[in-house]
Each structure stands twice: as C-alpha cells, then as structure tokens.
C-alpha cells in the first residue's frame, strides 16, 4: 500500500509494469509505470475540483468509469468517497454507488494485470439501482500526461460494393476549431497532439478497428483495445472513440453501448491496455 498526493493506494505490478488504484477514495487508476522507470504515463489531477448540481467533483486523475451521454447531474456525480475495494486474482473490484435524485446507479470496474505481459485488462459494468428503467451508456475515460500524441484510427474500406455510401466519421463539439494546430487529419485516422491550449479541442470517430493509441516524448506506446459493436449502438453521433485535450491532460475515451436498463439490469465495457516501448510509427501503428 501506497501514497497518490495523500490518497490511500494499492498496486500491482509484474516485471513490465506497475499500476496503483485509490483504495477508498474513489474507483480509480491513478499511475500507470513501465518497469525500470519513475515515469507516470497517465495525468495526476489531484488538485481538480469543480462544483456540480451534486455537489463537489474531484477529478482525481487517471482512468474512470461514467455514465453518459454527458448530462452534470448524472454523469458528474461524485464518486470521492464510499468507494469499495475487492481483491481479485491479479487485480482489485473497484465499485462505487450513486444516489442522486432519481439516479441510483452502481459504477465498477475489475483491473487485472497481466502476471507475464504488459497488458491490463479493464471490465466496466454499470447496474441501475433504481425503481425506474433509466437510459445510459458505460463510458471509459483515461486521462494521460502531456507531452505527446493520440491515433484515433477508421476502416478504409468501402461501407458497399460500389464504394458510394460513406465509410467514416469525424465528430466535432461546439468548441472545436478545424484549424487547431493539434488536429491533424490522415486518410486513416484522426492523430491528436498532446499540447495544452487554452481553448479544448475533441474529436470522435466510429472506430471500427477496435483500438486507438497513444506515444509518448519519453518513447512509450499505451494502445487501448475494446469490443466493435454497430455504429447505431453508441451515442454522441455514431462514435465509440473520442479524445479530449485542453492544458493539462488528454483523454482517450471509449464508449460501450447505448440503451436503457431495466431495474436490476447492467451493462458492460471491457478495455485491454497494452504497454509498449517505441513510437506509432516504430510499432506500424499509423
């Protein structure tokens, strides 16, 4: 058992890597470590907090489960507190309850570490606690350091035989400016800079590849793998894929299907993270 800035942890770690999760605080990745290094791959937001019709929100940092779409008095419940740990084989049960007006909700999430790679395998699972049936989707966010860049890839291939329907999509939100130097646009994906601004920029695709990654300065690769599931099945426009950076962090989110739960019911995400040394391109990843 560990420190995160004052924050009770516990890790895991094999001869690849090395992860710390809060142990009370909230259900949490906040460190993310390749073997041999001091290097945190994932942004340490301690010190974010921002006010919500629930209350106060501590961002915290590092990866997390919310449900979307993104409406505050649902999405931004806080999570800070009251959270639940369980050990598991080669990982921890991280669950955390909401109960906010009519949202009763039980967000956890299972992160097992990989004893002989350097792999991560993350299952998300929301369940309505409520009396009512109530509309959501399971939406995995991991926050990383600056500093570098993010692939956001799309199938090429034609949509039919004649190649005259579409076959892409880029989803842009209201404070997104096409000339932003960080965007960059390729014919088979989307790469993102890892710079702060002042202004955010955010970008969504439908990624029927089932991964996305992100390179760092200091030569590391996070790819993140996730299921396919038809584009109408996710909200926000048709993307399971999106990437967030404003001034200090970028996001890699992946969004799990859309649809309401009955009383009782739950629905599932399952995220892989795999930890390389290299770069896109030295790994064939562009």
Request: hydrophobic share 40%.
């Amino acid at each position: 058992m560990s420190d995160y800035h004052g924050y009770a942890t516990r890790s895991l770690s094999n001869s690849f890597l090395s992860l710390d999760v809060l142990e009370k605080s909230a259900p949490r990745i906040v460190r993310l470590v390749p073997a041999g290094t001091q290097l945190n791959l994932l942004a340490e937001m301690y010190d974010s907090v921002w006010d919500t019709p629930a209350g106060q929100y501590y961002m915290l940092g590092g990866h997390r489960l919310w449900a979307g779409p993104e409406v505050p008095a649902v999405t931004y419940i806080p999570d800070h507190f009251d959270t639940v740990l369980e050990p598991l084989a080669h990982g921890y049960r991280l669950s955390h309850e909401d109960h906010f007006k009519t949202t009763h909700l039980r967000r956890q999430f299972e992160v097992t570490l990989d004893p002989a790679a350097p792999k991560v395998t993350l299952k998300h699972e929301i369940v309505n606690l409520a009396a009512e049936p109530f509309r959501l989707l399971p939406w995995a966010i991991t926050q990383f350091r600056l500093g570098g860049r993010a692939f956001l890839p799309v199938a090429t291939a034609p949509a039919d035989p004649s190649a005259l329907l579409p076959n892409r999509n880029l989803v842009l939100w209201p404070y997104d400016r096409l000339e932003d130097k960080r965007l960059h646009l390729q014919n088979n994906g989307v790469l993102i800079d890892a710079q702060p601004e002042d202004v955010a920029i955010k970008v969504g695709v439908y990624a029927a590849l089932g991964w996305s990654a992100i390179e760092f300065a200091e030569g590391w690769v996070v790819i993140k793998r996730f299921a396919v599931l038809p584009p109408e099945e996710h909200g926000d426009f048709d993307s399971n894929l999106q990437c967030y950076v404003k001034d200090s962090f970028i996001e890699l989110e992946t969004l799990g299907r859309l649809g309401t739960l009955q009383p009782g019911q739950a629905v599932t995400h399952t995220e892989e993270w795999e930890v390389r040394q290299g770069s896109l391109a030295s790994l064939g990843l562009l």
